[in-house]
């Protein structure tokens, strides 16, 4: 059976597909966390995974916003209500950023009202906070700040924080918490970002 380019090919069509319900819908606290690569690409996983749903998707990029990166042309070609907002000016202090401390900080300020407003609209069933642990770790963006957009969460909504450095305090209200372990990364071998894996 010949595989088709962008569509579903099911090997064994004959097996039935059964749709799952909760008796009880619940919103969950995801943190994605780790020194590994993946945290970003699984939280875009759950997007993909909602779209499919049909929810109403909003990613909050708190760190990425200098350098291109797929996901964005990619949310274009979905016939789905997701949008990827990227906020950020690079990561802070990395890399020769060009940006001071109090830049990145007015941009993270700047990206977390944009999620208070997009919380507290009810319109989104899965919002994600991408990077937003790293922006709390760099002092972007207060712990206090995070710990009340956790508590003002609505019922219903789903909210996932990634990125590393994820504090305990933001973990203990979780639901569920991921750490993705770095055990080696080819950047460590020499070997420059590659697009499609890596952005």
């Known amino acids: 059976m010949p595989l088709e380019e962008g569509k579903l090919t099911r090997l064994n069509p004959q097996i039935p597909v059964t749709t799952l319900q909760p008796e009880k819908r619940v919103g969950l606290v995801v943190v994605l966390t780790g020194y590994g690569k993946g945290k970003t690409s699984s939280a875009l996983g759950m997007v993909v995974r909602a779209c499919g ?23 274009k070609k979905m016939d ?93 209200l979780a639901d569920t918490v991921s750490e993705v372990r770095e055990i080696t990364h080819a950047y460590r071998k020499g070997i420059e970002p590659q697009p499609g894996v890596d952005f």
């Not at 019922?155 to 994820?166: C, K, N, Y």
Request: aromatic fraction near 6%.
């Open 53 to 75: 749903h049909g929810m109403k998707v909003c990613m909050l990029q708190f760190m990425k916003g200098d350098i291109f990166t797929g996901e964005w042309e990619a949310v």
């Open 80 to 172: 789905c209500d997701v949008e990827i907002v990227p906020t950020g000016m690079g990561f802070c202090g990395i890399q020769g950023n060009p940006y001071s401390h109090d830049q990145h900080r007015e941009a993270a300020q700047r990206a977390l009202l944009m999620a208070k407003e997009r919380i507290a609209s009810g319109k989104y069933d899965l919002i994600v906070l991408d990077e937003i642990n790293n922006a709390v770790h760099l002092k972007l963006v207060d712990l206090e700040q995070v710990i009340d957009l956790l508590r003002s969460k609505p019922q219903l909504l789903h909210l996932v924080l990634t990125g590393r450095d994820a504090a305990p305090e933001v973990i203990s």
